[in-house]
């Protein structure tokens, strides 16, 4: 698939590098002179300088020819005028990273109708919507459904007092119809073997069909329910996040360094706190007593201020602590400050880019900062993995299977079992091992 992407920022850098090593023939349009430099060297891909907005820039680009447009610059502006130019010349899809509400509305198809986006993302509203999800499943520190949901992975961080440290996995009693598939052990990700010893701070990947809170029980040490939630940053993700834990009945408090966002959050939240100050202060954190709420969240646009709020609130006592980044540089520092969990603009937007491309074979993805995917794959007719027992099959090293689903039954293979055209499968696979998956799955 011929795809040209605008944008050479996060989103759009780590989505050229995640589509071109899947085989696409990706072409990167950015303005900042640097920032082309600085990419073409890391890229298996043509990068142009130029506004990808300028039908000049796109035809330079080859845009009559593409198959996909990518739009993911910092500018709605730009990338609704990039996905209007391609639908001119004939551009299949077009996806479209938008930031501004007024642009996108999940209950109006103006943006998909009008303005030829087939694919809208909004990566506050994701963020806001992630976060909400893991706080309402005490324990885990990510979350993702398949299947329609008849499948869970959790991402649950080993505590000290969590009943599996120290065990080798073939000792570790987990509820019926679970699996842990994956662990990430100092940013590095790896398929655990019945003799892995579970450490503190690992954090291990679920797969299981039971009720989540079932499996992250098993392995947590702290699984109590979240009530209170602090949230520095009164921004676009800050404020969704504040009216959607409002909703589900969480007592909510907000701080914010701008005063007038300030006086706006307080005007559109019902019960939630609003506090005008900056939460950078120890003792300001602990008189507002953070040591006391079961989540603090931090979602300012300072990757930093971010990173370091979080690691005040867990040294103060903050049950789960949570931060947003985006850049990408700054995710392995987040374990290392006890950070429980980041939440990526760019990693969110790179997964919903790919669900949205791989359509087909490849039913859903979910995204690790280690690089590693958690895949759902539907078995076609005549690929080289159906019929066989699994244990016969070369599958890589790096990857394994978690669930298969058959006629919307659950099943947790074994060496012995079979695939069979038609089933649904969830793999775990580290980076490096993906592309050998997906070919195991080509028919």
Same mark, same amino acid.
């Given at each position: ?20 090593? +899947? =085989? ?6 950015? /303005?900042?002179?640097? &920032?082309?430099? /600085? ?20 035809? +330079? ?38 930031? %501004? ?24 509203? $994701? ?11 005490? =324990? ?25 440290? @120290?065990?080798? &996995? ?57 009530? +209170? ?7 676009? *993700? ?10 589900? @009945? $969480? ?16 005007? /559109? ?36 201020? %971010? ?35 980041? *939440? ?29 995917? $958690? ?22 090293? =790096? ?22 055209? @038609? ?14 998956? +997906? ?5």
């Amino acid at each position: 698939m011929r795809t040209v992407i605008l944008g050479a920022g996060e989103v759009g850098f780590n989505t050229a590098r995640m589509l071109s090593r +899947e =085989g696409h023939q990706v072409i990167l349009v950015e /303005q900042d002179e640097s &920032l082309v430099e /600085q990419v073409s060297e890391q890229l298996d891909a043509l990068v142009i300088q130029g506004n990808g907005a300028s039908p000049r820039v796109l035809s +330079e680009a080859g845009i009559d020819d593409a198959d996909l447009l990518v739009a993911a610059t910092n500018s709605d502006e730009a990338n609704i005028i990039g996905c209007l130019l391609a639908k001119t010349q004939g551009v299949r899809l077009t996806v479209a990273r938008l930031h %501004n509400p007024d642009y996108y509305d999940p209950e109006e198809p103006f943006a998909q109708e009008t303005l030829g986006i087939d694919f809208v993302i909004h990566t506050e509203q $994701m963020a806001a919507k992630t976060i909400r999800t893991v706080l309402l499943v005490p =324990g885990a520190v990510n979350l993702d459904t398949f299947a329609g949901e008849r499948v869970a992975a959790a991402e649950v961080i080993l505590e000290k007092g969590s009943p599996v440290v @120290g065990r080798a &996995l073939r000792d570790v009693r987990l509820p019926a119809e679970t699996l842990i598939v994956g662990i990430v052990r100092e940013g590095e990700a790896l398929v655990p073997r019945g003799d892995t010893v579970l450490e503190e701070r690992d954090h291990i990947l679920l797969v299981t069909a039971r009720p989540v809170s079932e499996a992250v029980r098993a392995v947590g040490a702290d699984t109590a329910p979240v009530r +209170e939630v602090v949230i520095y940053g009164g921004g676009r *993700i800050g404020l969704r996040l504040a009216l959607a834990l409002e909703e589900a @009945g $969480m007592d909510v408090k907000v701080i914010e360094r701008d005063e007038r966002r300030a006086r706006y959050v307080a005007s /559109q939240l019902r019960k939630g706190f609003v506090l005008h100050a900056d939460a950078l202060s120890e003792d300001f954190l602990l008189q507002e007593r953070v040591d006391q709420a079961d989540a603090f969240v931090a979602v300012t646009r300072d990757d930093r201020a %971010n990173l370091l709020a979080a690691m005040y609130a867990r040294r103060l006592g903050a049950r789960r602590t949570i931060a947003g980044i985006s850049q990408g540089e700054f995710a392995p520092l987040a374990d290392a400050l006890g950070v429980d969990l980041t *939440i990526s603009p760019r990693l969110l937007a790179a997964e919903a880019i790919l669900r949205f491309v791989r359509r087909g074979e490849v039913v859903n993805v979910a995204l690790l900062e280690s690089g590693a995917q $958690m895949i759902e794959l539907r078995v076609p007719q005549g690929c080289r993995i159906s019929g066989r027992p699994l244990a016969e099959v070369d599958f890589p090293e =790096g990857a394994i299977i978690g669930a298969v689903i058959r006629n919307g039954e659950v099943l947790i293979p074994t060496g012995r079992d079979a695939l069979e055209p @038609g089933d649904d499968v969830i793999v775990f696979a580290v980076e490096r091992a993906v592309e050998r998956v +997906e070919r195991l799955f080509a028919p």
